[in-house]
């Protein structure tokens, strides 16, 4: 028996055998094409009217009753039995003469309570729903589900039910929530309830009766099984609302982001983000999150969220919201570089900055072993500079600069130089040396490398008008005979790597007096006769000579 008129989309098929009553059919204003709806009526069934080519109704969504987080299964059998802690508690069982248990609003597992038992929920002189999440609920053998306050009860997997349920004339005191599976009352039951069971049937057997309100995906009634819609779904329960939001907040600053709804009927919301935001990230756990934007971005952002009632979800609601631009500090880049010893090097400085501000550069340390120069210009966010290496350095050197962009200073950029050595060639030193003639000189030749490397040293050129004796470096120089004036020979320095130089060694042969010498002469005369002769003599010097007898003869005169 169903009292009240069965709105059907479209133009159902309807079937009648036996006897039954079809208090009216009307026509709505709904589509008329013909459906796959067909309405059977048999046997003394009782239809308070039909309603045809009425407007689809959507069905509201059940979401799933929370899982429990107790651990304990627990039977009673007498009314002196405890069920210990709720908190702990994840299944019940009601036996034998276990009577009635109040049960306190929570999450549990399986409940089952036999003949002669049964279930108190709610909260005597509540206006405000308590909710009880269950995973399966069983009453049989005339056992009761009774409530004493407004209930809404959530279940996961169907419920089963052979006793009574609820209270007769307030039906609004308790609304049962199936998320999968139905409903099935059996052997008399009597419910007063409004019942949404959307993925699931409602099957009403055997003299049973379901009082209150309905939304099913399918309805049976079998066996003078009674339906009586006397609690619409709508005025129990309306949908909640959820707030549109305008946050602003600067570049790279995270912002807290407090989401806000409302249900009419007070009942506890669960918020779920339908749109992530495009140009960030969302952390926290909702309500309460925080918005962070990628780096530097700013701009316009948002994202969209509903809540949810458990059975109704609210429209979507958007959070616009808008990132400020802040000012970047630029960044000074950092950079290796290679030169020779003794050689210029050219290097560009490199500047950026995120907002695309010019950029200035101050070196805030030179380097310890050059000098730097600054180009007379440069492109915008960059420096031109020239490195000297101090003369004859090589090793590792370097300076410190950073950029500007008006506004902030970057952190300091290092730039890394490596000075490679080069082969410097030796440098030999020239000398100049003075001895008597006929004497002999001791020469060591000499030469500077800056490199410090093994030196070999070779006469090029050799003296004319004397020799060379030993080994250079180390040699004597030995004019010729009685040669006095001025010589020279020139020899080279060569180190390791082949390099080399030369230099002349100046050596003045000063003068001596070298005694004449007289040429002997050797006279045959008669006995008693005269010899006339001329003495002479030779000097290298060519000076004016006097003769003088130093023996006179023995036997003559």
């Not at 009453?139 to 007769?168: C, Y």
């Not at 004859?392 to 200073?409: C, K, L, M, P, Q």
Request: glycine share 12%; hydrophobic share 40%.
């Amino acid at each position: 028996m169903i009292t009240g008129n069965l709105l059907v989309p479209g133009l159902p098929t309807v079937r009648i055998s036996g006897n039954p009553t079809l208090g009216g059919n009307h026509l709505a204003s709904g589509p008329g094409t013909q459906t796959g709806y067909e309405v059977s009526l048999g046997g003394n069934a009782f239809l308070g009217g039909l309603v045809r080519r009425a407007l689809p109704a959507i069905l509201p969504e059940v979401a799933a009753p929370t899982a429990p987080l107790g651990t304990r299964s627990v039977t009673l059998n007498n009314a002196a039995d405890a069920p210990g802690d709720f908190a702990t508690l994840r299944n019940l069982s009601l036996k034998g003469k276990a009577g009635e248990r109040s049960i306190p609003p929570g999450a549990y597992g399986d409940f089952s309570a036999a003949s002669g038992t049964g279930f108190v929920l709610g909260i005597p002189g509540s206006t405000v729903p308590s909710v009880y999440h269950l995973q399966r609920l069983t009453l049989s053998g005339q056992s009761t589900l009774r409530v004493v306050g407004p209930v809404e009860l959530r279940i996961a997997a169907g419920f089963t039910a052979n006793g009574q349920v609820g209270v007769e004339g307030r039906c609004d005191w308790l609304r049962i929530l199936i998320q999968s599976g139905g409903l099935t009352l059996n052997g008399g039951c009597e419910v007063h309830a409004i019942v949404l069971a959307p993925e699931g049937e409602v099957v009403v057997n055997g003299n049973s009766r379901l009082i209150g309100g309905l939304a099913s995906d399918r309805l049976t009634l079998n066996g003078n099984g009674l339906l009586r819609l006397e609690c619409g779904l709508g005025a129990e329960n309306e949908p909640p609302s959820a707030q549109s939001l305008a946050i602003t907040t600067a570049e790279d600053l995270p912002v807290a982001v407090g989401l806000s709804g409302s249900d009419p009927e007070g009942a506890p919301l669960a918020y779920l983000v339908l749109t992530e935001p495009a140009h960030g990230a969302l952390s926290g756990t909702l309500p309460n999150l925080t918005y962070t934007p990628h780096p530097d971005y700013f701009g316009p952002d948002h994202f969209v969220y509903a809540v949810s009632d458990g059975a109704l979800q609210s429209a979507p609601a958007t959070v616009n919201l808008t990132v400020t631009p802040a000012n970047d500090p630029p960044v000074a880049i950092p950079q290796s570089a290679i030169t020779s010893e003794d050689t210029p090097l050219d290097l560009i400085l490199f500047g950026e900055d995120r907002d695309g501000d010019p950029v200035t550069f101050t070196v805030t340390a030179p380097p310890a072993h050059g000098t730097l120069a600054v180009a007379a210009s440069s492109p915008v966010s960059t420096l031109n500079v020239t490195y000297t290496p101090s003369p004859g350095y090589h090793g590792e050197d370097g300076f410190r600069f950073r950029v500007n962009d008006g506004t902030a200073d970057s952190a300091e950029a290092e730039v890394r130089i490596t000075v490679a050595s080069v082969n410097d060639a030796p440098v030999a030193a020239p000398q100049a040396l003075t001895l008597p003639e006929d004497g002999w000189l001791p020469i060591t030749l000499t030469a500077v490398d800056e490199d410090a490397d093994v030196l070999t040293f070779t006469v090029e050129t050799a003296p004319a008008h004397g020799t060379l004796h030993g080994t250079a470096p180390s040699v004597i120089y030995i004019p010729n005979l009685d040669f006095s004036g001025a010589d020279t020979f020139r020899f080279r320095v060569t180190d390791t790597g082949g390099a080399s130089s030369t230099a002349n060694i100046s050596i003045t042969v000063t003068p001596v007096n070298d005694p004449p010498v007289g040429a002997p002469l050797a006279l045959t005369l008669p006995e008693d006769s005269v010899a006339e002769f001329a003495l002479s003599a030779s000097d290298v010097d060519s000076n004016d000579l006097v003769f003088a007898i130093l023996t006179p003869p023995a036997h003559g005169s």
